[in-house]
Structures are given as C-alpha cells and as structure tokens.
C-alpha cells in the first residue's frame, strides 16, 4: 500500500519549525538590540565603531580586487579611487575620535596613496564639535579626585573655544590665583573608553590590507599607536613644552630665545586628561589677512616659524610634529613695547619627535651633500635609510606624490588612454603606471626597518611650514633657513665628537697616548671647520643664485609689462616636476607639491 503523507502532520510540522525560527530570530534580534544599547551606553560606541569600519574596509577591499582592472579605463579606474576615498572619510567621520587621527595619518601619507585619498581626507583637520561642559565635566572629577571644575577654577568658559578631535579647550581662571587666566585642555570622556577597541581596529584592518593587496604596512602601525598614545597623555604635552623651552634656553640664540614662547604649564591643575597652561592672546596663522590688517610683517613671521622649526630639526633634535598654523599665534613681543615687534608663541605640544644623534646627523649631511651636489654622499645616507630607489626615496622624503589618478602621457604621447612610455623606456597602460608606482612602494617599504621613524614626521614638519610659507605668499626662502641650521647643527655635532673625552680610549690598544689625541682631535676639529665652510658657501652661492634668478625675472616682468609672481617655491615645484616627469614618463600636477 502506497504511502500517503498526512497534511495535517505536515502541517504541524511547518508551524513548530516556523516558530523554532521565529524563536531563534527574536532571540538574535533582542540580543543584538541588547548589545547595541550596552555598546552605547556604557562603551561610548566602540563595538559599532569597530564593526563600521571592518565594514567598509571590507568593501573598500573588495572593491579594488573585483573591480580595480587594466581594461576598464582610466575613468573607471579613477571612480574606484573616489569612491574608496568617500567611503573611508565618511568612516573616519562617523566614528570620530581616534579614527580621525587615522584618516590625517594617512592625509600625510600622499606620497603613497592615490590623490583622491589625499584630497577627500584632508578636509579632517577641520574643527571637531565640541561637547557640552557637562559632557567633560566628569573627566576633572575623575582626574582630581572628586574635585568639581569650581573647586579648581573661579571661572570657567561655558563655550569651547577650541575643539579637535580627542579634546576641547576652555579658559578660566585658577581658584589658586584669579588673576591668572588660563587655558584648560580636556581629553572628551568617550576617548578613554574607546582607545582599546580603536587601536584593535586600527591592527586588524591594517593586517587585512596587508594580506588582500601584499602592501607591507604593519610596521607603520606600531609607530602610529605610539603616537596616538603619547598625544593621549597630557602629562606628556607638558613635559615636551617645557622641554621644547629649556630648548631654546640652553641652544638658542638671542634673537631666537626672545622671538619664541611657549605658555607655561600649571602643575597642580595638569594631569594625564587635563592640561592648564597660562592663555596667551594673540592672532592666530590661520588668519593670514588678519595678521596684515594688524601690522605684521609676513617677512618677519615666517622667518621666525621657519628658524624655529630648522632649529628644531638640525639643532635641539625635539621636533614639533604638528606645526600647523592654527598651533601658532603671533602677539606684541612684551620685551620691546616701543616698536612692532613679532613674538612667536608656539601651542599643542602632543606630538613630538625625539630624533636620535645619527638621524640627525645623516639628515644633516644629506642637506650638505645636497647643497654641495655629493652625490655618493646622497646615494650611501639614502641606500642605509633602505631607500635605493632614488625616486621613490624623493617622493616618500618629499612627500610629493605623481598624481596617480590622473596621469598624463608624456611629451612624445599626449593620449592618456593609449600606452606610455614610463622613464625605463617600457610602454604601459594608465593601469600598468599605477600597478608599476605600487610595485616600487612596496620594493621601499620591503626594508621598511631600515627607515628612521623620524624620517616622516620630519618631512611633514618640512611641508607644512612650507605650506604656512606660501599662504603668506612664499616671503622667505625657506630652503635658505634650512640650510643655515643644518650647517650649524652639523658642525656641532662634529666639534662635538671631536672635542669628546671618548676620543681618548681606542677600542683596541686601550687608552690612546695624549700626543695621538692631540693631533687628531686638531684634524677633527680643523675638518669639522671645513665642512662648515664649505656647506656655508654652498648656501651663499645658492641664495645668489636665488637672487639673480630674480632679479632676471623681474627686469624680464618690468619690460614687458606683466606681473611677476614667481619666487624660490615656485622654482622648486618646477625643477620637482621636471624631474619627475623626466624619470616616470608623465606629467605632473603641481599643486601635488602642496602639503
């Protein structure tokens, strides 16, 4: 007898399998409604910080490797970049916080990374909002020990009158002294909270990155966590102002010590999450018209910001990592009230770079060796940087990218979409430019322990005054100043090597005899004397060079009647693009130049 199934068991079935589903569901969705309200409530959003970003990583990864193909076009192939950069903005934005200082991290990476990165992601250093003073108010409490902000301060500003992405800055005045106004920087209380779960992301979408498109970059990271954490610590930002003015104190020169200040820091009101520092009116560089409609000389401020930083790099070896204009105010020097007078005061000293004696050294004799046109020199500091690549090393030293997506043919074919010659001589596709730019970063970052870490906060200390300095209209030559300091941090590090006490003691023989040290240290000192020489004529005949450059343009502007708007910036885009384009094969874009 055939079998015939019963409907009504069947149907019974359907319905206790529908609500076992319906059960689970439930179940997952109250679970997920749960987690979700504990995330928010009590971890700030970092388990949905993280998942977002694992998210668009994801995408973004799956985008390039589905998508990202030779025979697409350029045009497709420049969307791939744009909506890869919007989608990782839009990230950085909506989680806030640490991702911010990820997405600026890698706005200063141009050099690596397509424009379209460089251009959606610089639009983070913007101003961050800023949280209600009861939304902080808890980080003072936490930090003093149940003290309330008017335990501390008799007045405290209801408005920020600064706000970043990590922190926000109040004025008041010490409860201790009422007349003492002050500025009070305090970490938002979600950053604490959240620091562990975005450094986790932070190691996890690298590592992803790393393995989908075989890019060396895990070895950034450990570089980017310690700064993030060292710009978390407040204690830590005083301890480097002060630091930055025992500085000037003990290495600057007369002119140098009394055209910079740095505002004192209050101790008994700074701890890890809160920094009070004296509050120093002034015009900020942000405001360049500002600065004219007040009487202040571009001239004069830049050559104080440009000495300042160069004395920074070549002399001291403690380099202000974030030297941007809204960091810099420019006030009345109060030591000289009769005549107008620019006092530099130098703000938010989070990010610092400890250069060790042999960077600074080599960093110094690459100057020279530039300035002097050693080249072996050149080649032997940039080959034991690991950078054998001479124009790879250029663009990442520089950070001065080829605007990969949107490159030109060269001279002899201007089509973009037919194949290009690249500076070997092979013709290549838009598509193979881009794959052979890529090939050669990842061949640089290969050796990637061989770089100093100091190398790149440095370079991005470069760039961005150089970017102050042509805000201003480029009044100074800033390669000039550079120079000057790497000549007199360079012979300082030579006297003092020749003059040290260790020099008496060989390695082999054991105590060298006092004739032997005589003589070498008089050789030592006479050579470090001739490097010095040579370097500071070097500068001369190029500031000369400079000048008469100049002036030929100006006499070429004054006979035939148009304006003359070039200086020494403009002369070094053009000699960066020349090179570049002679060596890769393509046009550039100057304004890539700007940092």
Request: glycine share 6%.
């Amino acid at each position: 007898m055939p079998f015939v199934p019963n409907a009504g068991n069947f149907g019974r079935a359907w319905h206790r399998s529908q609500r076992i589903w319906t059960c689970k569901a439930g179940w997952a969705a109250g679970i997920i409604v749960v987690g979700y309200v504990y995330d928010r409530q009590f971890q700030a959003s970092a388990m949905t910080r993280t998942t977002r970003a694992f998210w668009d990583i994801a995408v973004i990864s799956a985008d390039y490797k589905i998508n990202f193909r030779a025979e697409r076009g350029v045009e497709h192939l420049n969307r791939i970049h744009e909506r890869s950069a919007k989608r990782l903005l839009a990230c950085c934005r909506e989680n806030g916080g640490l991702f911010i200082k990820f997405g600026q991290s890698l706005a200063v990476q141009s050099a690596l990374l397509p424009p379209p990165f460089r251009r959606e992601l610089s639009s983070l250093y913007d101003n961050a909002p800023s949280a209600p003073v009861s939304h902080i108010a808890p980080v003072i409490e936490r930090c003093f020990l149940g003290q309330t902000i008017d335990d501390l301060f008799t007045e405290f500003s209801s408005e920020a009158v600064a706000s970043a992405s990590v922190a926000q800055v109040h004025t008041a005045r010490l409860r201790s002294d009422p007349d003492q106004v002050v500025a009070v920087k305090i970490q938002k209380p979600e950053i604490r909270k959240q620091i562990g779960w975005d450094l986790f992301a932070l190691r996890t979408c690298s590592r992803m990155i790393e393995l989908v498109f075989d890019i060396p970059i895990m070895w950034s990271v450990r570089e980017i966590e310690q700064r993030l954490c060292e710009e978390l610590d407040f204690e830590r930002e005083g301890n480097n102002s002060e630091l930055a003015q025992r500085d000037l104190t003990n290495l600057g020169d007369r002119w140098m010590k009394r055209s910079v200040y740095i505002p004192k820091v209050f101790w008994d009101v700074t701890r890890k999450e809160v920094l009070t520092t004296e509050w120093i009116d002034g015009t900020s560089l942000v405001h360049p018209t500002q600065l004219a409609h007040e009487g202040w000389s571009n001239k004069d401020v830049m050559q104080l910001m440009a000495s300042l930083f160069a004395f920074q790099i070549f002399v001291t070896g403690n380099v202000h990592g974030d030297p941007h204009p809204g960091n810099i105010l420019v006030r009345q020097n109060p030591l000289n009230l009769n005549t107008k007078e620019p006092q530099l005061v130098l703000l938010d000293h989070g990010l610092y770079v400890r250069e060790s004696n042999t960077f600074r050294r080599q960093y110094a004799e690459f100057w020279r060796a530039a300035m002097i046109g050693d080249n072996k020199a050149m080649k032997r500091i940039a080959t034991s940087w690991g950078m054998p690549d001479e124009t790879m090393f250029s663009t990442m030293v520089s950070l001065k990218a080829p605007q990969l997506g949107n490159m030109h043919a060269n001279r002899s074919n201007r089509d973009t979409k037919g194949p290009s010659k690249d500076y070997n001589g092979s013709k290549g596709t838009h598509f193979d430019q881009q794959m052979e730019m890529k090939a050669r970063a990842v061949a640089a970052l290969r050796d990637s322990l061989k770089l100093p870490p100091e190398l790149v906060f440095v370079t991005r200390n470069m760039n961005i005054v150089r970017a102050n300095n042509q805000s201003l209209g480029t009044p100074v030559n800033r390669v000039q100043i550079l120079g000057h300091y790497a000549a007199r941090g360079l012979r300082m590090m030579l006297l003092h090597e020749a003059t040290s006490s260790a020099r008496r003691y060989d390695h082999i023989h054991g105590v060298a005899p006092r004739r032997d040290t005589f003589f070498s240290r008089i050789i030592s000192v006479a050579s470090a004397e001739w490097s010095y020489a040579t370097f500071c004529i070097a500068l001369w005949v190029a500031g000369a060079g400079m000048a008469v450059y100049d002036l030929c343009g100006r006499l070429r502007a004054l006979v035939s009647g148009k304006t003359y708007s070039r200086n020494s910036e403009n002369v070094f885009d053009e000699a960066m693009r020349r090179t570049l384009e002679n060596r890769l094969g393509y046009q550039i874009d100057t304004s890539l130049f700007n940092a």
